[in-house]
Structures are given as C-alpha cells and as structure tokens.
C-alpha cells in the first residue's frame, strides 16, 4: 500500500508500508535540512522499520548535509532501523566513503531496489 | 580528485560557510546551530555540542547540541580550577583517554556523562585570556581517532565559533548600556520636566486670579507645536517655554500683578520687566531647547512691533515666543482677571481673527483653531482644549461654525506674516 505522507514542513515524504522514504531535495544543505532530520523521527516514531533517503534531486552534500545525515543514522540506530540511502552521484558517494558515514548505511542505486533489499515484511 | 583534495575542498568550503556565517548572521541561535553542523558535518563527527561560559554563575550552558542523547545535561557547573585548567589550555584540543593521569578537573568532575555520552575531545573556546565557552565532540564516523589535522581543522572552526559568541556578548553589553542610557534619558526628561512644572506652578502661586496660568499656556503650546505637525522633543521644547514664559514675575511686586484695577503707567513699566527679568533667568541654564528663554523674552512682542520689551516685528521675533503669544493670549481671554470676566468663546475667536496678522501668526491661529475645532467634532481623544475650558463654555453647535469660517478666512499670507522655518 502506498500512503503519500506529506508534511507539515514541506518535506516530501511517503509510507510503503513500514518503510518511510524522503526525498532529501535540495533542503540538505542549509540549516531547513534539520526539518528532513525530523520527518525521519516522525517516520520512525510512527513505526516505520526502515527509512530510505533518496538523493534524486540532490547535486551535493556539504557539511550542513553531512551533519543532517548522521542525525538521521543516530536516530535510525536509536530504533534499530534499517537504513538506505538511494540515488547517489559518484561525487557524494566517494564523499560519503571517504568520510565513514558509507559504514552505517547501505547505499543503493534506486528506490525499488532500496524497498527490496530489505529484509522486514511490507506491509 | 584525490580523496585527500576531496577531503580538503570538503573542510574548506565548511570553513567558508562558517566564515560567512559568523560574520553575516543575524540570529544568535540560527548562527550557533548552524555553526555545529558545519563543524561535526566537516569531518562527520557523530555528536557535538557548544556551550556559553557564564562566569558570574560559573556554569556552561549549552546553545546547541547534536546527537547527545536527551538525558545529557545542558548545563555544567565549572569549578575555579577546571576554568583554570581550560584557560591554560587556551584554545586546543584536550583529548579524553583512557589515562586517567592526563584527566583535566572538568573531566574528573563530569566523567560519567562524559563517557556515557562517547565525548572524546574537548575545544575551551578562550580569546584574549578569557574562557568564552567549550565545544564537546564525539568520535568521527570512519571509527578513526582525530588526527593532528583534524584537531586543526576543528581549532580553526573553534576560534571562529568563539569569536561569533564573543561578538554576541559584545552586542549583548552594548544593547544592555543603550538600554540603560534610554532610561536614564527618560529620567532625565521626567525629572526635568516635574522641575519645570513644579516651576510653573511657584510662578503662579504669586498670582492668585491666574492660578494654573503657566501650565495653562504650557499646554496651549503644546497642543499648537503638535498641530503643526512638530516632532516629540520639539513639541517639548515649546511647551516647556509655555511654562517658564511668565518666570520673570517672580520678581515684580505682587500688588501690581493682583491688582484689582487698570495699572498705572508706573506699574505697567515694572510689569514688563518680567520679560527680560524672565529671560535672565533663564538663559545661564543649559536647556535641552535652547529656545525656551527667548519665549520668557519675547512673548510679549507683536508682529506689528508695538509690543514689548524691544518692538520687535514679525520676522525678527523667535517662532517659539509667537507661539508662547498665542497661548498666553488665549489663556488671559478665556480667564476671569481682577478687573475682568473671562469672554464669550465666540469673542474670543473673533478677537483672534481680528488681531491675526497684528498681533497673531496666521498659521499658529489656524493651527489652534484647528485642533480646538478637533476637540469640538470629536475628531480627538484626548479634549485638552475643552478640559481647560471647564464646562459648558462652549457649545459645539453654537462654535464649531465659527472656528470653521475662522479656518476659512484666516489667510495664511496675511500682511507682515512669515512662514515658520
């Protein structure tokens, strides 16, 4: 079942069951980034078991970014969720090896793939 | 790229942002969390937090904080000696290991948060001798430990986020002794002008028919300085010469101002000594408004120069006293004297219109007529001009036509009349 969860901060978000996806945009970088930061605890408080962040619509990560990221790691681990981030350019991805942030999560090529790699049952 | 320049352009575009952030932010809080995520985001360290050092409570207080679980305390107390320590430091990185020897006071005193919270270095935030707050950091994301780099890196971004705190305590002083000053102006201001009231009030105890004359002529002038449209500390000004214009009788005898009868010659030669009596008193005070003594000169002067003290005409009389004029005028007409009953408000604005030009400032007339016509129509709130009027003189019907055909016919160019600057 698809649920469009929308927002009431303009984050673009939505449900697959227990598995929340948001569409990081072009909000990472600045400071409005906290608000992905908090849909994901929105998700994850409202049961979602698996978070997937897609960067289709983001050219880079900056340090704002990156900060924003590892907030959501911690409160993905803080639930014991799985996490997956999706559509990475090269750029980002040697970013996120590089810095160790590529050790906390999986990174996959798409959103379909994301939702089927996952091990928990959609329901 | 290599992943070492990678790395670099990474750090230096966070250290610009920073730069930028610090020096172009408006909001305080915005500045600081913004400024946490470019630090723990430029080398991916899991959690941080920045602290303000209160020195008069000797605590820290945490502005932001990231990834630190919601048990962690936002304030610290700081002993004496672990400030000391801190200062001594300066601003380097103090990394928390396992030696319990190397241990800092702050450590020893606060290790159980320390460690159930994973902090692993420790930014005393100190410019020019003084501890200004603390940054606390957790490990990075690759498992690393910081290298000697990266403890640069962070010192770099540390010095900027404690110059940003020392510009806010600076802004904060600043708005504080502004603030200080703005009250202690408007005490200034109140006590000056109790002191004038006050003033006004021992001038006119000295004249037992006029009593309330100089607050009276106070007030009219202030009512005229606002209708023609003056700012508040001008309007002051005027006001305060309506106040102190009569100060100069203070010294004439008693007898001739209470006197039930027309004055002699003799008399009325001693009477407008108060003019200049008024503004010799008044000149050796330093005033806000540099004016007022020329209003206790000369407002008794007429635009057709056969006033007094000097016969003046028109251009050569100080607005403020033409202003004073007016008022005093008004006041003497719509007063009951010792040798005269008050007149008829319709008199009285016929007597204005009549001497308009003569004796009265077009424009000053038009203005009062105006703001008493206000009063009349309900137009106003506050009814000054009626209130001093007491009850019952006058009737809205009968004489808001007359001051209309007043404001009508009062030519503001009329003969010997300039403008105000």
């Known amino acids: ?58 050219q880079f990560v900056n340090s704002i970014g990156v900060s924003i990221l590892l907030g959501i790691i911690d409160a993905a681990k803080k639930t014991n ?42 329901s | ?65 990231r990834g630190l679980g919601d048990e962690f305390p936002l304030a610290f107390s700081l002993s004496r000696q672990a400030e000391r320590e801190f200062l001594d430091a300066g601003l380097n990185a103090i990394e928390i290991n ?62 900027h986020i404690a110059v940003g705190i020392v510009q806010r305590n600076m802004l904060t002083e600043l708005e504080r002794r502004a603030e200080e000053n703005f009250q202690l102006y408007q005490t200034l201001q109140f006590t000056y002008k109790s002191t004038v009231e006050s003033f006004a009030a021992a001038i006119d105890c000295k004249d037992k028919y006029t009593e309330g004359h100089s607050q009276r002529v106070g007030k009219y002038s202030e009512i005229i300085a606002e209708e023609l449209g003056y700012d508040a500390e001008r309007v002051q000004g005027v006001a305060v010469a309506g106040y102190l214009h009569d100060v100069g009788k203070l010294v004439v005898d008693s007898s001739i101002i209470n006197a039930p009868r027309a004055i002699t010659e003799q008399e009325f030669a001693a009477l407008t000594r108060h003019t ?34 000097e016969n003046l005409r028109d251009n050569e009389i100080p607005y403020i006293a033409k202003i004073v004029t007016l008022a005093d005028s008004f006041d003497a007409m719509t007063t009951d004297r010792p040798y005269k009953r008050r007149r008829a408000a319709n008199e009285v604005i016929e007597d204005l219109q009549r001497n308009v030009g003569g004796q009265f ?9 105006r703001a008493w016509l206000k009063e009349l129509n309900g137009e106003t709130k506050r009814k000054r001009i009626l209130k001093m009027l007491g009850k019952n003189y006058c009737e809205a019907e009968q004489i808001a036509p007359l001051l209309q055909n007043a404001l009508n016919e009062i030519s503001p160019t009329t003969r010997l009349t300039l403008v105000a600057n």
């Open chain 1, 1 to 58: 079942m698809n649920k469009d969860t929308g927002s009431l901060i303009n984050v673009r978000s939505r449900r697959e069951g227990n598995i929340g996806v948001i569409y990081a945009g072009d909000y990472l970088n600045k400071l409005t980034g906290e608000r992905i930061e908090r849909e994901a605890q929105n998700l994850l408080d409202a049961g979602c078991l698996a978070l997937v962040v897609s960067f289709h619509d983001t």
């Open chain 2, 276 to 309: 200049t009596v008024g503004y010799n008193i008044l000149a050796p005070i330093e005033h806000p408004f540099a004016e007022v003594p020329l209003a206790a000169k000369y407002h008794h002067e007429r635009l057709d120069g056969r006033g007094y003290p």
């Open chain 1, 81 to 122: 969720a799985e996490l997956v981030f999706t559509e990475i350019n090269e750029h980002t991805a040697e970013l996120f090896e590089m810095l160790g942030l590529a050790r906390h999560v999986r990174l996959e090529k798409d959103e379909t793939a994301a939702i089927n790699s996952f091990q928990i049952a959609v």
């Open chain 2, 98 to 159: 396992s030696h319990a020897e190397n241990w800092t006071p702050f450590v020893k005193d606060n290790l159980s948060i320390l460690v159930v919270n994973e902090i692993e270095l420790l930014v005393p935030l100190v410019v020019r001798d003084e501890l200004i707050g603390l940054i606390l950091l957790g490990g990075k994301a690759s498992g690393e430990r910081f290298s000697a780099e990266d403890k640069e890196i962070i010192c770099a971004m540390a010095r």
């Open chain 2, 1 to 65: 790229m290599s992943e070492q320049n990678h790395k670099l352009v990474h750090t230096f575009a966070a250290l610009a942002e920073l730069g930028q952030e610090i020096t172009g932010a408006f909001d305080f809080q915005k500045m600081i969390r913004t400024s946490l995520h470019l630090l723990v985001g430029s080398l991916a360290i899991m959690r941080g937090g920045v602290a303000k050092f209160n020195r008069f409570s000797g605590e820290l207080n945490f502005l932001a904080v």
């Open chain 2, 361 to 369: 400032t077009p424009e000053l007339v038009t203005a009062f007529c």
